[in-house]
């Protein structure tokens, strides 16, 4: 998987995309807006059940009071905690569809570094061009054509 100038590559297909609002950086730091350049392991999927099927039998559902922590002076920082959780944090059962679907990056996980940047998600976009806050947004049906199809090997490379 290989994002391009022109989308995000896998398979033989390319997918028009959104990235970050701060484009790509080799030096991301936490709340910069960027996507991280680098090749990237897959490390996880997650899914709403209430929304939709397991789109891989690998992937764990998103259920109520899920949130992931950014917020780097707690140790649970670029993890996924669970509310109540008094700390920054990204709610991941959202009212919106964006994370129906997601799938974890391994960027700054599992050890990770404090200020460098929470979580890289791929998820759903909230329109063509609209960007995101350092994931990868693609349309709603091709992330779920991309989902099922990614293997343990599968790497995301942002050049």
């Given at each position: 998987?290989?994002?391009?100038?022109?989308?995000?590559?896998?398979l033989?297909?390319?997918?028009?995309?959104?990235?970050?609002?701060?484009?790509?950086?080799?030096?991301?730091?936490?709340?910069?807006?960027?996507?991280?350049?680098?090749?990237?392991?897959?490390?996880?999927?997650?899914?709403?059940?209430?929304?939709?099927?397991?789109?891989?039998?690998?992937?764990?559902?998103?259920?109520?009071?899920?949130l992931?922590?950014?917020?780097?002076?707690?140790?649970?920082?670029?993890?996924?905690?669970?509310a109540?959780?008094?700390?920054?944090h990204?709610?991941?059962?959202r009212?919106?569809?964006?994370y129906?679907l997601v799938?974890?990056?391994?960027?700054?996980?599992p050890?990770?570094?404090?200020?460098?940047?929470?979580?890289i998600?791929?998820?759903?976009?909230?329109?063509?061009?609209?960007?995101t806050?350092?994931?990868?947004?693609?349309?709603?049906?091709?992330?779920?054509?991309?989902?099922?199809?990614?293997?343990?090997?599968t790497r995301l490379?942002?050049?």
């Open positions: 998987m290989v994002l391009t100038p022109t989308g995000l590559r896998f033989g297909q390319t997918f028009p995309c959104t990235i970050g609002r701060g484009g790509i950086r080799r030096k991301k730091r936490e709340g910069d807006g960027a996507t991280p350049r680098g090749v990237h392991r897959l490390v996880g999927m997650l899914y709403r059940p209430d929304r939709m099927a397991r789109p891989a039998d690998w992937a764990l559902p998103i259920r109520p009071g899920d992931w922590s950014d917020d780097p002076r707690h140790e649970d920082y670029n993890l996924m905690v669970r109540p959780y008094p700390h920054s990204e709610r991941l059962r009212a919106d569809p964006l129906d799938i974890l990056t391994d960027w700054n996980w050890y990770p570094v404090k200020g460098r940047g929470s979580a998600f791929i998820h759903q976009w909230r329109r063509p061009g609209f960007p806050e350092g994931c990868i947004g693609l349309r709603r049906d091709h992330l779920h054509w991309i989902a099922p199809r990614i293997r343990y090997e490379i942002v050049a």
